[in-house]
């Protein structure tokens, strides 16, 4: 949005990008330390959709505007100046839409103006003593001390954007009034301040979101991702989940996301993509500035790193610290009862049976005896059941039918009744979540028992046949010291 188009009486040449993302990168290294840089933001204010093309949030400053004129001064010769507005009687830069917006935004959110927010405009093909010598239309429609020639000093571009009486604000606020009042997408309920501040974090290297299941961290991600395309729309970013059913809930988490923002992103020009495409897309040597990754595991990490271009970054997600990234921590939990989020952590608990069951020795004996415990208050469609082998699975099915009546299926099965028990690989476990999980497994290492864990909504069982496991979940069980 060329915001001078009818201020001049000649038709306004194009934007010089190459020339104006220069200027806009020196801005960036000069207050880079407490500054926010964005470009071709869509915001919307009730229907109307503004796009604000070069925009600052500063603590000391407020919101600054950047608009762009690029005639020269044999462009101007002989021309005059009027205004944008016939109705404006004040000399001040005029912003159309954009800066209304911006204080409408405020008024919405906080019912007060918390920032100032000041339009300047850069000249890069014109000094000042060129400037001076213009039609006298000019000095009266476009104030200097809104100026920055090409030959304005350093000193006096600080002037300028930060203003001759900088105040304090808060930049959180106006990005929340701004952008949006993110949300969980699944719950549609506001995110806490926790998580908005995680969204708004910045980074220049790699950054983990941290959390355990249920902590809103892949919506978050998700959210964080898109917040830093909306910064930047030219951003080359990619977004991979684990299994092709991870994919279809990150797009739609994207899709939530956007739909409840005050900003615009097409989802269609976000690529998500399962983790199975990785090597396929290191081969083509593609690059990209951003590579985001729900639940990430050490074994992916190096070839997601091979993605990055020279200056790309890593945003991930997982439950555990990773080495040598920067890890965000989500501590609230939405769906994991207190105890066992505490034993996930590490704590010692006196119990935990209400949350969590070991069963040690024969697997099947112990699924049908789970069963019969929950089925007769339980509808099957609320227990999964997971299995380490594959080809047990359908031994498993079989050994479930023949004791209570057909109910439970594979997977993939394409004949599933609508109230049956679907039984799952492993691998599957990050696509799980029901009210109760019933996961068997031969081996574990602590990691991957805080997923086998949370996976239940109301209970996770754990049925093994090897005594590790057994240790395993009693340090996790802390003083409860009796399987169930």
Partial sequence: MNLFTKLFFPTAKDNNEASENEILEELKLRFDDEAEFYSKVVVFNKKQQNVINYMMIHPQAGVVLFNFFNYCAADL????????????????????DAKQTIQ??????????IAPVRS????PNLNEGEFDYLDESFQHCIPKNLVLFNDSPQQHY????????????????IKKAIFSEFILPEQNILMSKEQQTAVHTDFSNNLNIKGLPGSGKSSVLIAKALYEKMKDPRLDMIIFGRLPCNVHHLQSLIFQCTEHAHWSLNPAEITVSSFESIKKRISAKEKFDLVVCDEINTADLSNLKRLL???????????????????LPLLSNYRLSSALCAACEGHELEDLSQSLSLKIGNTF???????????????AQKISILHYNKEELLRLQNEINEYFTPIAFLFDDQNIAKDSILLHPLEQISCIDNDYVIAIIEDAVHEELIQLISRGKKKSFILSENDNVNHLIQHIKGKNNETD
């Fill in 77 to 96: 010769d002989g021309v005059t100046a009027s205004f944008t507005d016939n109705k404006s009687s004040n000399a001040d830069i005029k912003t159309t």
């Fill in 104 to 113: 409408l935004r405020f008024e919405e959110v906080f019912h007060t103006q």
């Fill in 120 to 123: 300047i405009l850069i000249c």
């Fill in 158 to 173: 600080e002037d300028v954007i930060l203003g001759k009486e900088p105040g304090g604000y808060d930049t959180d606020k």
């Fill in 309 to 327: 271009n020279k200056k790309g970054r890593l945003l991930l997600s997982s439950c555990y610290e990773i080495d040598d990234i920067t890890s």
């Fill in 365 to 379: 004996m112990n699924t049908l005896l789970v069963l019969e415990q929950l089925l007769p208050n339980t509808p």
